[in-house]
Protein backbone atom coordinates (compact mmCIF):
# COMPACT_ATOMS: atom_id res chain seq x y z
CA UNK A 1 0.00 0.00 0.00
CA UNK A 2 2.83 2.35 0.82
CA UNK A 3 4.25 2.03 -2.91
CA UNK A 4 0.64 3.60 -3.71
CA UNK A 5 1.49 6.91 -1.76
CA UNK A 6 2.09 10.42 -3.60
CA UNK A 7 4.14 11.26 -0.91
CA UNK A 8 4.12 15.23 -2.24
CA UNK A 9 0.86 15.64 -1.69
CA UNK A 10 1.45 14.03 1.93
CA UNK A 11 4.27 16.17 2.64
CA UNK A 12 2.13 19.64 1.37
CA UNK A 13 -0.84 18.81 3.18
CA UNK A 14 1.83 18.15 6.27
CA UNK A 15 3.25 21.30 5.99
CA UNK A 16 0.02 23.01 5.14
CA UNK A 17 -1.43 21.90 8.36
CA UNK A 18 1.74 23.55 10.52
CA UNK A 19 1.54 26.45 8.62
CA UNK A 20 -2.15 26.24 9.54
CA UNK A 21 -2.05 25.55 12.66
CA UNK A 22 0.24 28.29 13.81
CA UNK A 23 -1.65 30.87 11.87
CA UNK A 24 -4.98 29.50 14.43
CA UNK A 25 -2.92 29.64 17.24
CA UNK A 26 -1.83 32.90 16.97
CA UNK A 27 -4.90 34.18 15.31
CA UNK A 28 -6.67 32.77 18.71
CA UNK A 29 -4.31 33.23 21.64
CA UNK A 30 -5.30 37.15 21.95
CA UNK A 31 -8.79 36.09 21.80
CA UNK A 32 -8.31 33.61 24.61
CA UNK A 33 -6.26 36.33 26.52
CA UNK A 34 -9.19 39.18 26.06
CA UNK A 35 -11.41 36.65 27.42
CA UNK A 36 -9.50 36.03 30.56
CA UNK A 37 -9.18 32.51 29.68
CA UNK A 38 -7.11 31.04 31.72
CA UNK A 39 -3.95 28.72 30.09
CA UNK A 40 -4.69 31.01 27.20
CA UNK A 41 -1.73 30.47 25.23
CA UNK A 42 -1.60 26.39 25.68
CA UNK A 43 -5.08 26.59 24.45
CA UNK A 44 -5.02 28.07 21.76
CA UNK A 45 -1.98 25.82 20.28
CA UNK A 46 -4.49 22.93 21.38
CA UNK A 47 -6.95 24.24 19.34
CA UNK A 48 -4.90 25.55 16.30
CA UNK A 49 -2.82 21.74 16.62
CA UNK A 50 -6.54 19.83 16.06
CA UNK A 51 -6.99 22.64 13.40
CA UNK A 52 -4.07 21.66 12.12
CA UNK A 53 -4.70 17.73 11.51
CA UNK A 54 -7.47 18.66 9.67
CA UNK A 55 -6.36 20.90 7.08
CA UNK A 56 -3.14 18.47 6.41
CA UNK A 57 -5.43 15.74 6.22
CA UNK A 58 -8.20 17.65 4.17
CA UNK A 59 -5.00 18.99 1.58
CA UNK A 60 -3.41 15.49 1.15
CA UNK A 61 -6.52 13.47 0.43
CA UNK A 62 -7.97 16.37 -1.67
CA UNK A 63 -4.24 16.08 -3.99
CA UNK A 64 -4.31 12.80 -3.60
CA UNK A 65 -5.66 10.93 -7.25
CA UNK A 66 -6.92 7.98 -4.98
CA UNK A 67 -7.24 6.71 -1.14
CA UNK A 68 -8.45 10.18 -0.13
CA UNK A 69 -8.67 8.87 3.85
CA UNK A 70 -4.99 7.00 3.88
CA UNK A 71 -3.12 10.17 2.08
CA UNK A 72 -4.94 12.21 4.91
CA UNK A 73 -4.53 9.63 7.69
CA UNK A 74 -0.77 10.22 6.97
CA UNK A 75 -0.56 13.52 6.52
CA UNK A 76 -2.11 14.06 9.78
CA UNK A 77 0.60 11.34 11.15
CA UNK A 78 3.29 13.57 10.10
CA UNK A 79 2.02 16.45 11.86
CA UNK A 80 2.02 14.58 14.70
CA UNK A 81 5.77 13.90 14.06
CA UNK A 82 6.46 17.16 13.51
CA UNK A 83 4.95 18.47 16.57
CA UNK A 84 6.30 15.63 18.75
CA UNK A 85 9.84 16.30 17.86
CA UNK A 86 9.53 20.01 18.28
CA UNK A 87 8.20 19.77 21.51
CA UNK A 88 10.78 16.97 22.48
CA UNK A 89 13.51 19.57 21.05
CA UNK A 90 12.31 22.22 23.33
CA UNK A 91 12.46 20.05 26.28
CA UNK A 92 8.85 19.20 27.01
CA UNK A 93 8.69 16.10 28.99
CA UNK A 94 5.49 15.08 28.00
CA UNK A 95 4.22 11.69 28.78
CA UNK A 96 3.72 8.72 26.70
CA UNK A 97 -0.17 8.57 26.94
CA UNK A 98 -0.41 11.85 26.11
CA UNK A 99 1.87 11.27 22.35
CA UNK A 100 -0.34 8.27 22.45
CA UNK A 101 -3.38 10.24 22.19
CA UNK A 102 -1.81 12.87 19.87
CA UNK A 103 -0.90 10.56 17.00
CA UNK A 104 -4.35 8.72 17.54
CA UNK A 105 -5.77 12.52 17.38
CA UNK A 106 -3.50 13.40 14.18
CA UNK A 107 -4.61 10.21 12.72
CA UNK A 108 -8.12 10.17 13.22
CA UNK A 109 -8.76 13.89 12.13
CA UNK A 110 -6.54 13.63 8.97
CA UNK A 111 -8.43 10.74 8.04
CA UNK A 112 -11.62 11.55 8.23
CA UNK A 113 -10.60 15.09 6.50
CA UNK A 114 -9.15 13.38 3.96
CA UNK A 115 -12.68 11.24 3.54
CA UNK A 116 -14.38 14.43 3.21
CA UNK A 117 -12.07 15.71 0.57
CA UNK A 118 -12.07 12.27 -1.20
CA UNK A 119 -16.33 12.81 -1.42
CA UNK A 120 -16.06 16.07 -3.14
CA UNK A 121 -13.31 15.29 -5.40
CA UNK A 122 -14.49 12.19 -6.70
CA UNK A 123 -11.16 11.16 -8.44
CA UNK A 124 -9.56 10.95 -5.08
CA UNK A 125 -12.18 8.48 -3.88
CA UNK A 126 -11.11 4.81 -2.38
CA UNK A 127 -10.58 2.47 -4.70
CA UNK A 128 -13.14 -0.01 -4.62
CA UNK A 129 -12.66 -3.89 -6.01
CA UNK A 130 -14.88 -6.25 -8.08
Known amino acids: MLAAVRWGAVALGAAAGALAATVASLALWPVLELANVEGAPLAALTAGVLFGF ?52 GTVLGGVAGTVAGRRHPKAGNIRSG
Open 54 to 105: AVAGYLAGRLAPFLARFHGALAGFGLVVLVVVTTRLGGSPAPTGQVVLLTVL
